[in-house]
Structure formats: structure tokens, C-alpha cells
């Protein structure tokens, strides 16, 4: 523990006495002596000048949440830049079904007003009722979203009046986000835009349940590189009927039909957790945060979601999946943990995934020592129960909170969504914690960091001083731990490979991380002529050995 | 929308408001890449936290190199009040931690809506906080006022113009590169030591943004241009800039022409025989040397190479979009290789590139279409109504290849989806004749990939197959 009480005072020694100050309350060593979690500095405003991982609002409304419904037409209004830097860059996956037919799918196009200096000094409302015209001429969309980039706030161009004089003209929904740039702390504060937007505007407008027995939604499934149809595979197999996967491979048919499904299931909790709770109080659908990151993870979401409901047939024919997809992985998955097992990893990620992966990462054997989270709040370390408790600031009243009442004819009690007595119901409280999320410290072990917003200039301290074996973190660190002779994945679009979720997705991953570990490369850094002295030895590929 | 005979009217740009499936990225983050080639700088973004976070991932997976960019992190507080404490703010972060000796000052969309004097600011903080061995360069970098092409050469404009300062007379001579890879500039470096002379190169990524592995890591890479040689650009016998189609507004070369009467000679890019001639006749001119037989010899190859792919490149029929300097170079060096390209575009706004591109292309069987502030749906729709068998350009185009089964030849600015992008050699004899093979073999790759479907459909019957 001093040691590395002593490497972390050394990490700041840079920092003039403010910086210092702000960023050690960011940290956390976990200690045996402290149960729960000290309180973590999360989703406050970052340091400027400091290099943060962090994105911004728009980033979070245009590029996590809304981007990826397949079927609405999303222009980004503003100018040029914002537009082209969030085209495409989460490879999130979509394909054609039974509704939505392929020229309905707009993710892999980019829309943009492209706002010029006259449009920025004589306001841009104009040019876009103009495009939206044109889009709905060329294209014929169901439904159209509008993000707003910074100068829009200040322009005073009046989005929602644009968006509802252009729904009348032409009969389908447009909806306005003023997800502007500088709004909030993060991409987080455009996460939750992009959620009241969404439930506000289109869930509940739809009538058309799928049939089955138990049906249900996965909430904040980005489906990158796939990873929402590996879920859907598998929850398929064990007997349900995926509603919607949201917002991943999502259509905006499917979000209008969001509540008539019997259980949320929770992935990203950061992005989404607006969504399930607003849910819950409107319509009284219950919530279950799963991860389907990692094979343990998996199998334990799996039972878990089984228990909800109350379905003996359910719960055997989960035990058949989870047995069955366990042993065709397990033999390949003991292939790669000898190369994995007992290595040391970073993770920083998102709002979640520095979480979810901690699982897999264990499934091969492998530790994370550093963790932490570019947007997240403080729930997401400490768990849902603090959320009582963090102050809301300036930054956070500038988004509104909605408050919901139960829906007049469509509030069930949660009980009757899970087809079981309000009794059997409080027994299943207590046995699967549904409606709650208890964040990454319990899953993280004595003398591991907790670090929030994490910067170049840490995670470079951090690297030196307590050599991971590998990292995982976005593109825009990953070269600078390679610098360091230290490999790195990319682990928002996973470069460019995946799944990554549930089983097959465990053996995508497990390959492409022990590709990372036994990249001849990492060996062969130091030239021949500037290595010691050692016996010749070659080994088979002759390549020798350093 | 676009102008067919580019010869004879001036390119027009897109009609709609729609820009579907952008050609460009906005200004700052052209600006970025021109501090990057500066010795010991670092950059810091006047905006939004999101602009610099955006704009290191491109920088990042073009260059496949941490590229380090700051932010003044605007929060909704200062959009109302002001961002000059916070700008303030991140300037002691930077300095202190990054320990530059430049830094440069880029704004964007934001700042400028709020009417940040950064100018001001820069000159208040100076005093306030005693700064001295740091130079720190304020450009203005409004994104709305141009693509990266235009946004790269303010900055490099406001460099100089930061620097200038009256300086005996010398023999180094001045050569300012526009966007290209740092292979090309270490190619452009090699010719330039062949020929004898000594120069300072404006601005220099050639070893920032494509760092070799090994030693400890730096923060801030070592290279770049050292800012000595920019204040002494001014007393420079001449420069030479790659800049055929730079405005003279945003002409750093035309600044130093103007204010200290150093001769400007703008050149195209050396990419292709005639433009790569062009450069060594000027060399040869202001150095009195020799063309060396080392280059005498991979002109020789050249001009070998493409008498041997002459067949194949004729059935070229090209679509080059990009920065205007790169697509003027590109289309000169596919029109002397017989492969006239059908459809030029270009983002930028930029009647320069229209004037240039008349004696290449009159006379052209089938004239080409240019396009200005073009944008990909503009693009496509030319290149399949003009029966476009290659694109060349950066990523952005790769839905050519996707949904038209055209084959895409990457090249510029930015190269997301390959490995790579920083080592891509174009410039130079040898550079030339890396791209003409892989342009010929493109075509033959394709042509190979799809040749026995193309006769069954011509001359098999269903019977007879």
C-alpha cells in the first residue's frame, strides 16, 4: 500500500497545487479496511489545458445514443467538422429485417448543414428546413433526428420550431436535440438529452407487441462489431423474444413499441440508465442491469433474468444454454489463457465497459489493477445507492430532469410484467438486485486504483510506474502505451474487430488479446548488436530469441 | 452542381443544402497538424472539450502516433461569461506539464460565435504570469469559414507571420509544404540535400508525426521546424511553396513576398514527371548545381515505368477528390500517364484550383467535371455518370468501393480504416513511381477480380455456358 501510496504522490508532483488538489479527489486506492466505496470526483468539469479522454454532448446525443437507429436520418446542424468526426466512427452495426428493408438504413451516411460564416451571423433555421426538405425528397425517412453542434445555442436558431414546422409539412416525426457541445461535463450530459428526447417523443407510440413469452428490451446495446446480435443469439436460444436492442441495430418502429416489453435489461448503465428508470416509474417495467461481457458475466445475467420470471421451463432451458455454449468455448478459451493468465491490464473506457470487461478479463486469468471510467458519475464506481446524495451542480441543471407520472392506461405494477404475485416479487428483490447497479468498486480488489477522467499525462505516470502488461483504452492514448512498449487495445471500436459480448465474443476477444500479448514485435525491440551477451540460441521460426 | 468542361466555365459547388457524406473536416484541425511540425510545440484548442477529443482520434488513426492536442474545455458558463479564464487556465496546465517552447492557439466554431479576442487574451495572460521562453501563437481557426485545407494554411501563415522578423540575408532557402505525408517531406528533405542546398522546410512532421520506436517517450516528439530558422525565413534568397492553389490571404510565401520581399515561387506538389521536373529545373536554377545522377537515374525508372504501364493506365478513368494542392498534383500526374480523370472535387472552396487545372485538362476527349465544396453524394453521382473505374483520395471516399464496387486508391488526408497513412510516398521520382504502380496494378487488381464475369455476360449465351 505505500508503495503505492508513494507512486501516486510522485504522479502529481507536476500539477501546480490546484490541479493537484482537484485530481487526487478522482482517485481511489481501494483498501481492506473500507467496505463501501469512499466517494470518487466524478462528472465534474475537466481541467482545461489537461489532455482528457472526454468527449462532448453532441458526441454523446449524435454519436453513442441517437446515431445508431438505423432508420431515422440524423443531420447534424452546424459546421462541417462535427459531422464528418462522428461519421461512422463507432462501427455500430446495422442490417436490414422484416421492417426496415436496406435503402431505410442511414448509418453508414452522414448529414450535415455544413454551416457557412453567413449562416452563423444571419442564423441557420433557413438552410435547415431547406435539408430537411431535400432529405425527405431524397430519401423518404421514417423519422428524422437534428443535433445541434456549439455555435447553435448561441445563434439563437430555434431547433424544436424547425423540427415541428417540418413534421407538419411533411408527417413524420423530427425531433430536435440541443445537444450542443458545451453542454455539460462530457459526452454524458448528451446521453441524457438524447434520452429524454427519446422517451418523451417516441416510446409509447407504438402498439404493435411482439409475440412471446417473455419479452424483453436490451438497453444501451450499441451492437459494435456486432456484439448486440451475439446477445440476441443467445437470449433467443434461451426462449425470448428481443423487443429491441437499444439503440444498436435499433429501428425507430421498434423504439415506438420500446414499453410493451416485460423486462429492461441494462448494459451501459451511464448512457442508458435514464431510459429504464423513467421506464419503470411510467410504466412500471422493472429493470435488471446484465452484463454480457465475460463468460461468468453471461452465465450469471442469464440466471439471473431467468429467476425474473417465474418460469421453471425458462430457467432449464437457460441451464442447457449456458451448459452448452460453456463447453464449446471453454476447450479454445484454455488455449489463449496460457497465454493470458496471471498478466496485468489498465482499463479505461466509457461509462461501463471499464467495468464489464474486469469479467472477461478474469474469465482468462488476467487482473486489472487500474480502472476508470472518461464520463461516468459517481454510481457507476460507487454504486446506485449514493445517487441521493451527489450534488447536482450548474453543469447538471442544465439538462432537464424529466418527472414522470405513471401512465393513465398503460401503468402495470412491476409484479404483473414478471407474471408473478407482488409476494413473490419482493422475494425476487432480494434474491436479484433489480433497479439497481452497484458499480465497479466491489468488483475491483485491495491495492487496485480507481481513477476518474484519466489523462495522458496519467495514464503515462501510471504505465512507468506500474507496468501493465497490456492496456485497454481508446485510439487516442493507445499509441502512446505502444510507445512505451506496452500493446494497447482500442476498446471503443475494438480496432476494428469483434464481437466482444457474450460466448463467441469472449473467443473473439481472447484471441485478439493474446494476439497483443505475443506480438513477436514486443521482443524483438532491442537490436542484436545492443543486446548482453547470451548463448546463440535460435528458436524455430529463427528468429533469436533476445 | 457540377460544371462539365471544367475548361471552359468555372466549377460551381453542390446546389443543395445537403451536405451528404462529407469531402472535408473544418479548420482547426488543419491547423493542428501545422504546429505538429513545429520544433517543441504544442497545441491547444479555444473550444469545447469535444472539438480536440474529435480531432486527436482522426490525427490519431491517420498518423498511428499519440498526437497530444489541448482543450480550454468551454463549459455552458462560458459561452455566457467569457472563456478567457479558462483558456488562462489551460495554458498554465499545458505549459507546466508539457514544458513547450510554442504553443500554438487554435480557435473554433464556438470561441469564434462568442467573439473571443484570443489575440488579447494570449497578450494578457503574457503579462500577468511573466511569460518569457515560450512562445505562444494565436490563429484563429473558425470552422466555419473552410475546410482543414484552408485551416492548415492560416496556421502556417500565422507561424511566419508570428516569427517574421528582419534577418541578414542568407543562403537557406524557404520551402512551405502544404498537408502531406512525412514520407513525402523526408523525400522532398532528400532531394533538397541532393541538390546541395540548404533550406528551412515549413512546417516539418516528418519525424513529429511518425516518431520511430525506441528511446524514452516524449511527450513533446523531437522535430519539427525550429522556430530560429522561421524568424529567419525573411532573409531567405527565395521560397519555394507548394502552394499553386493557396489564396494569396492565406499565403504564407505571399506574406513573406509582401513583407520582406522574399521572391515567391509556387510550385504544385512534386507528384507526378512534369510537376517533379518542374521542381528540380527550379532547384537546379537557384542552386547552380548539377541535377545529380542519383536523381537523373529514378527519372530514368520513371519514365521507364510508365512507358511499360501506358496500356493499363490509359483505360483509367479516374475520380480524385481531396485538399486542391494534392488533387491538382494527382490530376496532372494521371493526365501525363493517359488516364485523364472524369470527375475532380474537392471540399474547399477554391477557384484557384479551377484556373490551375485549364491547360491539363483542354483539349481532354471527354472533359472532366469539377466540383468545388463537394461532398461524397456529388461525387458519386459524377463518377457513375462519367463511368469511373479508380477513385483516389482519402477514406472518406470508401464508400465508392463499398457500394459501387469501385476501386478506392488511398492517398492524403484522412487515412482512418488503413495502416499507414503517415508512410504513404508520393512525391519525387521515386514517390511517383510508388503511386503509379499502385495505381496500374489497382486497375489490374479490379480488372483481374471481375474479367471472367465481364465475358460470360458478353459472350456466353445461357445454353452455351
Known amino acids: 500500500m505505500d508503495g503505492i501510496e508513494s507512486t501516486l504522490e510522485e504522479l502529481y508532483t507536476q500539477y501546480p497545487e490546484t490541479v493537484k488538489k482537484n485530481r487526487k479527489k478522482h482517485l481511489i486506492v481501494k483498501s481492506v479496511a473500507e467496505e463501501s466505496c469512499p466517494q470518487i470526483e466524478a462528472n465534474t468539469r475537466t481541467i482545461p489545458g489537461i489532455i482528457s479522454q472526454r468527449g462532448c454532448a453532441y458526441a454523446g446525443c449524435k454519436g453513442v445514443v441517437v446515431g445508431p437507429i438505423k432508420d431515422m436520418l440524423t443531420i447534424t446542424h452546424g459546421p462541417v467538422g462535427c459531422g464528418y468526426y462522428s461519421w461512422g466512427a463507432r462501427r455500430n452495426k446495422a442490417r436490414a429485417d422484416a421492417t426496415t428493408p436496406k435503402d431505410k438504413i442511414y448509418g453508414q451516411m452522414c448529414f450535415t448543414t455544413d454551416m457557412q460564416e453567413p449562416d452563423i451571423v444571419f442564423g441557420g433555421e433557413k438552410k435547415l428546413a431547406k435539408m430537411i426538405d431535400e432529405v425527405v425528397a431524397a430519401f423518404h425517412p421514417r423519422a428524422i433526428n437534428i443535433c445541434a453542434t456549439c455555435p447553435i445555442g448561441l445563434i439563437g436558431d430555434d431547433l424544436n420550431a424547425v423540427a415541428k414546422a417540418a413534421q407538419e409539412r411533411h408527417g413524420i416525426q423530427v425531433l430536435a436535440y440541443n445537444c450542443e457541445g458545451y453542454k455539460g461535463v462530457s459526452q454524458s450530459a448528451g446521453h441524457h438529452i438524447a434520452n429524454n428526447n427519446i422517451m418523451q417523443n417516441i416510446v409509447g407510440t407504438g402498439t404493435g407487441k411482439k409475440p412471446g413469452r417473455h419479452v424483453i428490451n436490451i438497453l444501451g446495446e450499441y451492437n459494435i462489431g456486432g456484439d448486440g446480435w451475439e446477445q440476441e443469439r443467445i437470449l433467443n436460444d434461451c426462449g425470448y423474444t428481443v423487443n429491441c436492442v437499444l439503440t444498436g441495430d435499433s429501428s425507430y418502429l421498434d423504439i415506438k413499441n420500446l414499453h410493451l416489453a416485460d423486462l429492461n435489461l441494462v448494459m451501459c448503465h451511464r448512457s442508458i440508465n435514464y431510459i429504464a428508470e423513467m421506464m419503470n416509474t411510467k410504466y412500471g417495467i422493472p429493470w435488471l442491469k446484465i452484463n454480457f461481457i465475460g463468460v461468468e458475466a453471461t452465465n450469471q445475467s442469464l440466471r439471473q433474468m431467468a429467476k425474473c420470471f417465474n418460469d421453471p421451463e425458462l430457467e432449464k432451458r437457460t441451464e442447457e444454454v449456458i451448459a452448452r455454449e460453456t463447453a464449446r468455448i471453454e476447450p479454445v478459451l484454455e488455449q489463449y489463457r496460457k497465454i493470458c493468465r496471471g498478466r496485468k491490464a489498465f482499463a479505461f473506457v466509457g461509462g461501463s465497459r471499464s467495468h464489464h470487461y474486469q469479467h472477461l478479463l478474469k474469465d482468462l486469468g488476467m487482473e486489472v489493477v487500474v480502472a476508470g471510467y472518461e464520463f461516468a458519475h459517481r454510481d457507476d464506481y460507487e454504486g446506485r445507492q449514493v445517487i441521493p446524495t451527489i450534488k447536482s451542480d450548474a453543469d447538471s441543471k442544465n439538462i432537464p430532469e424529466l418527472h414522470l407520472k405513471p401512465d393513465e392506461k398503460l401503468y402495470k405494477e412491476n409484479h404483473e410484467y414478471l407474471n408473478m404475485t407482488k409476494e413473490q416479487f419482493e422475494a425476487l428483490k432480494k434474491e436479484v438486485p433489480l433497479d439497481y447497479y452497484e458499480g465497479m468498486y466491489p468488483d475491483m480488489k485491495t491495492g487496485d486504483i480507481m481513477i476518474d477522467d484519466c489523462n495522458h499525462y496519467e495514464l503515462e505516470e501510471l504505465v512507468n510506474k506500474l507496468k501493465p502488461d497490456i492496456v485497454f483504452t481508446g485510439v487516442r492514448d493507445k499509441y502512446i502505451a505502444e510507445k512505451m512498449g506496452v500493446p494497447a487495445k482500442q476498446m471503443h471500436s475494438y480496432d476494428y474487430a469483434g464481437p466482444y459480448a457474450g460466448y463467441d465474443g469472449a473467443i473473439n476477444f481472447a484471441r485478439d488479446v493474446a494476439h497483443a500479448l505475443s506480438t513477436p514485435a514486443w521482443k524483438l525491440i532491442v537490436p542484436p548488436w545492443e543486446r548482453k551477451e547470451e548463448p546463440e540460441e535460435k528458436s524455430q521460426d529463427g528468429v533469436t530469441n533476445a | ?465
Not at chain 2, 505571399?254 to 506538389?269: F, R, S, T
Not at chain 2, 547552380?288 to 493506365?313: C, F, I, Q, S
Not at chain 2, 488511398?410 to 513511381?433: C, E, K, N, V
Request: aromatic share 6%; charged share 20%.
Open chain 2, 1 to 465: 452542381m457540377a460544371s462539365e468542361a471544367a475548361a471552359q466555365t468555372p466549377a460551381q459547388g453542390r446546389v443543395k443544402e445537403t451536405n451528404e457524406n462529407q469531402c472535408n473536416m473544418c479548420m482547426p484541425i488543419g491547423g493542428v497538424v501545422a504546429f505538429k511540425g513545429i520544433e517543441n510545440a504544442m497545441v491547444l484548442i479555444h473550444g469545447s472539450q469535444g472539438c480536440s477529443t474529435y480531432m486527436r482520434l482522426f490525427n490519431v488513426e491517420h498518423f498511428n502516433e499519440p498526437v497530444d492536442i489541448a482543450s480550454s474545455s468551454l463549459n455552458e458558463k462560458q459561452t455566457i461569461h467569457g472563456g478567457e479564464a479558462n483558456l488562462k487556465k489551460a495554458m498554465d496546465n499545458v505549459i507546466r506539464v508539457y514544458q513547450p517552447k510554442v504553443l500554438g492557439i487554435l480557435t473554433t466554431c464556438l470561441a469564434e460565435t462568442m467573439g473571443e479576442d484570443i489575440d488579447r487574451i494570449v497578450a494578457s495572460y503574457i503579462e500577468e504570469k511573466k511569460i518569457s521562453g515560450i512562445d505562444i501563437v494565436p490563429v484563429p481557426t473558425p470552422s466555419y469559414s473552410g475546410t482543414h485545407a484552408e485551416g492548415y494554411w492560416a496556421a502556417v501563415r500565422g507561424i511566419v507571420a508570428y516569427y517574421a522578423r528582419p534577418a541578414q540575408s542568407h543562403r537557406r532557402i524557404n520551402v512551405i509544404v502544404p498537408n502531406i505525408s512525412p514520407a513525402d517531406l523526408r523525400e522532398i528533405k532528400r532531394i533538397l540535400g541532393l541538390m546541395g542546398l540548404e533550406y528551412t522546410l515549413l512546417p516539418d512532421i516528418s519525424m513529429t508525426l511518425d516518431r520511430p520506436w525506441g528511446g524514452k517517450y516524449q511527450k513533446i516528439p523531437p522535430g519539427g521546424t525550429p522556430t530560429a530558422a522561421i524568424a529567419e525565413m525573411t532573409g531567405a534568397p527565395v521560397t519555394i511553396q507548394f502552394g499553386s492553389t493557396c489564396p494569396d490571404s492565406l499565403s504564407p510565401g505571399k506574406y513573406l513576398e509582401d513583407e520582406y520581399h522574399v521572391p515567391l515561387v509556387n510550385l504544385p506538389l512534386p507528384i507526378g514527371l512534369g510537376n517533379m521536373d518542374l521542381f528540380m529545373k527550379t532547384l537546379h536554377k537557384i542552386s547552380g548545381n548539377p541535377v545529380p545522377d542519383e536523381l537523373v537515374t529514378e527519372r530514368g525508372w520513371l519514365m521507364d515505368a510508365m512507358a511499360d504501364a501506358h496500356k493499363y493506365d490509359a483505360d483509367g478513368v479516374p475520380a480524385v477528390y481531396g485538399e486542391p494542392e494534392l488533387v491538382y498534383a494527382l490530376t496532372s500526374t494521371l493526365a501525363e500517364n493517359g488516364a485523364m480523370p472524369a470527375v475532380i472535387a474537392t471540399g474547399s472552396k477554391n477557384s484557384l484550383l479551377a484556373e490551375r487545372l485549364i491547360p491539363l485538362t483542354e483539349g481532354a476527349d471527354e472533359p472532366p467535371v469539377l466540383i468545388e465544396e463537394a461532398d461524397f453524394a456529388s461525387i458519386e453521382d459524377a463518377a457513375i455518370r462519367a463511368g469511373v473505374n479508380i477513385a483516389i483520395g482519402h477514406s472518406g471516399g470508401k464508400m465508392l468501393s463499398e457500394r459501387h464496387d469501385i476501386p478506392l486508391l488511398r492517398i492524403g488526408y484522412p487515412i482512418h480504416d488503413r495502416m499507414g497513412g503517415q508512410r504513404i510516398l508520393s512525391a519525387g521520382y521515386r514517390g511517383t513511381l510508388a503511386f503509379l504502380d499502385t495505381f496500374t496494378n489497382t486497375l489490374l487488381n479490379h480488372k483481374y477480380a471481375t474479367y471472367r464475369q465481364k465475358i460470360k455476360r458478353e459472350f456466353c449465351t445461357p445454353e452455351g455456358m
